[in-house]
């Protein structure tokens, strides 16, 4: 394999996490690694909320810490809560100087809203739903400009050298549909920041690009998993036949858009005294258990705000006319979606996964904040927390230059592109039986599907990356016989308070839970 050696800084992926940690770094040299064009592909650039961080004068970060901890159902690290929502404000100055156009009061403060299961209005926003495509397009900008920050596009990260115990390189390949031969490219220190793993599922929320490929990588090489077991679903994709299933927002619901099925039910109202407000776990089951009963859920807008949905929603309404449907005559067809992995790569306080030399931020890290629920609007807030720990840790610990060459990649044919068929199988595997609701033997049979899926290409990286990704949710799934935030067993539907506290889970762990089911 061709090796090429830097004297800068690899960053795998290139969403918020990656960005923001690039631009810490500077004038450190980096190399960042990124599949699509800068600013495709990433689900940064797809989140519609904001950033939650406690701005307003009555708000706190004790409050939003506080908020953190009872979302997660009772496996949150309260020292990481603490910190993070400590740091939150001044991430929200820094990126207003980076040039965030962030939604301002008359008095120049920020507009806030308020999210599900936040006590306080407290999700900092841009043009209604703009928030991740104008921070991205703002960090950028700055990163295009930034003279040490070298960009590859068109290239993927596939493996990890490990020597000695220690990450000394990471595989690269073309990310054309046709792969190529690998280059191994060795740095002086490597950052993961490639994102979540929700579309390993089939009806998920997420770019085609964000299907745990970096996590199983890291898994890999042997880094600890944390919390794999607990993927976030959002409770309203539009279930219009598209993917990634576009998101009906929340925020719809809290302008007063109701649930019914199709015998026009509100079924929400037995569910939970908040009905369509409820948390969106609950608000996820119960929408999976009426697709189940095929009674068809569906989000109707039309009481609520009738005519005024194309104006205040247009994203919403653009994917309803791309699958004729009319928001304001008929209800839109929901279903619960993968949305968000608060499993990871397990990292300390500063980012540092359990390899020497490997940092982690970003969806693809597990910090500890999350617990069994992500708090909505903290995932954002998560990757520029600990993109500026990983990178200050990077910067204190490698041997850095202050300059390097650039690093030029020339790739030759070759490799294993994945299967399609492969993946389409995984996914569906994924959703039927490691899903909103599972029980052990579904579980099994999940794990035993995915150990038939990869013999099935064993040389192919791209696969081995996403079936030990899908290895370690269904064997942790397996593992933790219990209900827990996003984590539902209809076999253990209680909650064990024995088991509150977070699951950490190697390849090999996992793989050998996995062999004992054959
Ligand atoms: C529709 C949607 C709406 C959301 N809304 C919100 C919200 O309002 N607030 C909030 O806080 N969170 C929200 N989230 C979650 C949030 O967007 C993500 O958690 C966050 O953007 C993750 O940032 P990241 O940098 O870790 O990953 P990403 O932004 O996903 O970037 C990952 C990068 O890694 C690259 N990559 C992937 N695989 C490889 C590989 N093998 N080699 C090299 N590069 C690779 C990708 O191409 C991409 O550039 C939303 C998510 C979605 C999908």
């Known amino acids: 394999m061709e090796e090429v050696q830097t004297d800068r800084i690899v960053i795998v992926g290139a969403g918020l996490g990656a960005l923001y940690a690039a631009l810490t770094l500077a004038p450190l040299p980096v190399v960042m690694i990124s599949p699509d064009p800068l600013g495709q592909g990433a689900s940064s650039a797809w989140a519609q909320g904001g950033v939650a961080a406690a701005m307003d004068a009555g708000d706190s970060p004790e409050a939003h810490a506080r908020d953190t901890l009872r979302a997660g159902a009772g496996t949150v690290d309260p020292k990481v809560a603490d910190l993070v929502t400590r740091e939150a404000r001044e991430h929200i100055l820094d990126l207003t100087t980076l040039g965030a156009p962030f939604d301002r009061t008359a008095e120049g403060g920020y507009v806030l809203s308020r999210e599900a299961a936040h006590s306080f209005a407290r999700v900092v926003r841009v043009k209604g739903d703009q928030a991740g495509a104008e921070i991205m397009r703002a960090l950028i900008e700055r990163v295009r400009r930034c003279a040490s ?37 060795r740095g002086v220190a490597h950052l ?8 390993l599922y089939a009806i998920t929320t997420n770019p085609p690009r964000i299907r745990g490929q970096v996590l199983g990588m890291a898994a890999r090489a042997g880094a600890v998993i944390a919390d794999a077991e607990f993927v976030q679903f959002h409770p309203t994709a539009m279930d219009v036949g598209e993917d990634p299933a576009p998101l009906a927002t929340e925020a719809l619901r809290g302008e007063g858009a109701v649930l019914i099925n199709a015998e026009g039910a509100r079924f929400m109202l037995d569910v939970h005294p908040d009905a369509e407000l409820a948390p969106r776990d609950v608000v996820a089951r119960a929408i999976f258990a009426q697709g189940q009963a095929g009674k068809r859920p569906m989000l109707d807008t039309r ?53 020497p030399g490997l940092w982690a931020c970003g969806e693809c890290a597990s910090t500890g904040l999350h ?71 579904g579980l099994k ?23 030990a990704t899908a290895t370690l949710i269904a064997a942790a799934a397996l593992l933790r016989e219990e209900s827990r935030g996003a984590h539902e067993r209809s076999d253990f539907p209680a909650t064990d308070p024995a088991c509150a506290s977070r699951s950490r889970l190697t390849l090999a762990e996992a793989k050998a839970l996995r062999e004992t089911l054959t």
């Open 303 to 355: 009481a609520a705000l009738g005519a005024r949905v194309t104006e205040v929603f247009p994203a919403v309404s653009a994917a309803c006319a791309r699958n004729g449907i009319d928001p304001v005559a008929e209800p839109i067809p929901v279903a619960a979606a993968a949305h968000y992995h608060m499993g990871g790569i397990a990292t300390d306080l500063d980012g540092r996964s359990t390899l």
């Open 371 to 441: 617990g069994a629920n992500r708090l909505a609007s903290n995932g954002l807030l998560e990757a520029l927390v600990y993109a500026r720990r990983a990178a200050q840790s990077i910067a204190v610990h490698a041997k850095i230059k202050d300059s390097a060459a650039p690093v030029e990649l020339v790739f030759a044919p070759g490799g294993t592109p994945l299967d399609p068929e492969t993946l389409a199988r995984l996914r569906q595997t994924m959703t039927a039986k490691v899903g909103v609701l599972r029980e052990a033997e």
């Open 445 to 467: 049979d999940a794990l035993r599907t995915i150990a038939a899926l990869e013999a099935q290409q064993p040389t192919c990286e791209s696969l081995l990356n996403i079936t």
């Open 192 to 199: 993961m920041a490639g994102g979540g793993s929700s579309g």
């Open 149 to 185: 920050i070298q960009v590859i596009e068109g290239v993927m990260a596939e493996g990890l050298e490990v020597t000695e115990g220690q990450v000394t390189g990471v595989r690269l390949v073309s990310a054309a549909p046709e792969g190529s031969a690998p280059i191994l490219l």
